[in-house]
C-alpha cells in the first residue's frame, strides 16, 4: 500500500479510486456486474467497501454505491459521513446518487461516467441505464455533496471488458 501521507489529493484520489476497480473486479469473479464502492475518511482510512450485489436474487436495486450507502448511514454517525468520501468504479445511477445523499455522505469521486458505461453496455437487460447525472441528483438537494468525476475513466472502462457482451 502506497504511503498516504506522502500522496497528494489528487493521487490519493486515484489511489482509492483504483481500489474501487479492484472490488468491481473482484464483484464479477464472485458472478456479479462490475462495479465497486469504496468509503474512506479524511484521514485516508478505508471504513467500508461494497461489491454490486444483483447475484444470486437478481435485485437491481442491489447496486455497490447504494448497498454502501446503506451500510454506512446505519454504522457511522453524521459527522463522521459529513467528511467522508465515496469512491465509486462508475458514476452512480439516480438512486445511489440519492442513497448517497439520503446518507449524509459528503464527497464522491467515480470513474467511468454514465455515459460512457451507457456505450459499454449498450441495450443489455441487465443495465438498462438511467440517463441522469448525478451531479444534477445532488444539485436538487439541500445539501452540497462534492462531486469529482470521471476519473481514470479508460481504466475504469477495462473493469467491464467482456462482461456485457455475454
Not at 502506497?2 to 481500489?19: C, I, Q, T
Not at 453524521?78 to 445511489?96: F, H, N, V
Not at 444534477?136 to 457482451?165: K, Y
Request: aromatic share 6%; glycine share 10%.
Amino acid at each position: 500500500m502506497a504511503n498516504l501521507s506522502a500522496l497528494s489529493p489528487s493521487e490519493r484520489d486515484a489511489h482509492f479510486l483504483r481500489l474501487s476497480f479492484e472490488v468491481a473486479r473482484r464483484a464479477v469473479a464472485h458472478g456479479n456486474h462490475p462495479f465497486g464502492a469504496v468509503l474512506v475518511d479524511r484521514e485516508g482510512n478505508l471504513l467500508l467497501e461494497a461489491e454490486n450485489g444483483y447475484m444470486p436474487s437478481h435485485d437491481g436495486t442491489a447496486h455497490a454505491e447504494r448497498l454502501l450507502a446503506t451500510q454506512a448511514c446505519t454504522t457511522l454517525d453524521p459527522g463522521t459521513l459529513r467528511s467522508t468520501t465515496l469512491y465509486s468504479s462508475a458514476e452512480p445511477c439516480a438512486m445511489c446518487a440519492g442513497a448517497i445523499y439520503w446518507a449524509g455522505i459528503g464527497r464522491l469521486v467515480y470513474g467511468l461516467s454514465e455515459h460512457r458505461l451507457r456505450d459499454l453496455t449498450g441495450n443489455h437487460p441487465e443495465n438498462p441505464t438511467l440517463d441522469l447525472p448525478c451531479r444534477e441528483v445532488f444539485g436538487r438537494g439541500q445539501r452540497s455533496t462534492e462531486v469529482l468525476g470521471p476519473l481514470l475513466e479508460d481504466e475504469a472502462a477495462a473493469v467491464h471488458a467482456g462482461v456485457w457482451d455475454k
